[in-house]
Structure formats: structure tokens, C-alpha cells
Nanobody, 121 residues
Framework: QVQLVESGGGLVQTGGSLRVSCAAS????????MGWFRQAPGKEREFVAA????????YYSDSVKGRFTISRDTARNTVYLQMNSLKPEATAVYYC??????????????WGQGTQVTVSS
């Protein structure tokens, strides 16, 4: 079964940039669209961004559109999220998962440990 490992989180100042990464199982990674989700303390996990299985098409939540960029590297079985112009409300644990493209929801039942992103005000 697929395994997901997120990394690259950390502490960044408001307006700064950060890139998080997600390594997935090689045999299944290229078969699905992939996406990023985040969960802030006391809140439900929410959709952030998605990228098609081919990497040609991307989609973003309104809250991050124009500031975040999702990409994928098939050869490395890795999906990235470049976060620019960060705001304190972006503080959350970031997770990756396969995505149901039309609904912007996760496909896999299991999640990785996530990576913490903290934006200081």
C-alpha cells in the first residue's frame, strides 16, 4: 500500500517563503492526482492544492491562490508545495494525499505524519 512522508516544514516570518515535500510509494504515485491538505489546532483538515496525475493541471483553494504553487516530480515520486507571501493563518500541519479531482477530497485512508509550518506575526 501507499506510504506518504511529508517534510520541509519549519518556522518562517510573515511574508516569507517555504517549500514542503511529500514522498510517496513509487508504484502508485503516478496513477493519481495528488494534493496538499492542512490542519490548524482545533480545526478540521482542509484542502489546499491539487495537481493532476500528469502534472499539467493544478487547482488551489481560494485562500492560497496566487501565492502557493504545487508541483510534482514523477521520477522522484515526490510532490511539492511552494508557499510564498506566507500569512499567520497558514500555520498548520501540512499533509499530502491522493486527490479526488472533482471534489478536492482525499483518496487514501491512511495519512503521513505531516509537517508543521509556523508563520510568525
Amino acid at each position: 500500500q501507499v506510504q506518504l512522508v511529508e517534510s520541509g516544514g519549519g518556522l518562517v516570518q510573515t511574508g516569507g517563503s517555504l517549500r514542503v515535500s511529500c514522498a510517496a510509494s513509487g508504484d502508485t504515485f503516478s496513477r493519481y492526482p495528488m494534493g496538499w491538505f492542512r490542519q490548524a489546532p482545533g480545526k478540521e483538515r482542509e484542502f489546499v492544492a491539487a495537481i493532476s496525475s500528469t502534472g499539467v493541471t493544478t487547482y488551489y483553494s481560494d485562500s492560497v491562490k496566487g501565492r502557493f504553487t504545487i508541483s510534482r516530480d514523477t521520477a522522484r515520486n515526490t510532490v511539492y508545495l511552494q508557499m510564498n507571501s506566507l500569512k499567520p493563518e497558514a500555520t498548520a500541519v501540512y499533509y499530502c494525499n491522493a486527490v479526488d479531482w472533482n471534489r478536492s477530497t482525499s483518496r487514501f485512508d491512511t495519512w503521513g505524519q505531516g509537517t508543521q509550518v509556523t508563520v510568525s506575526s
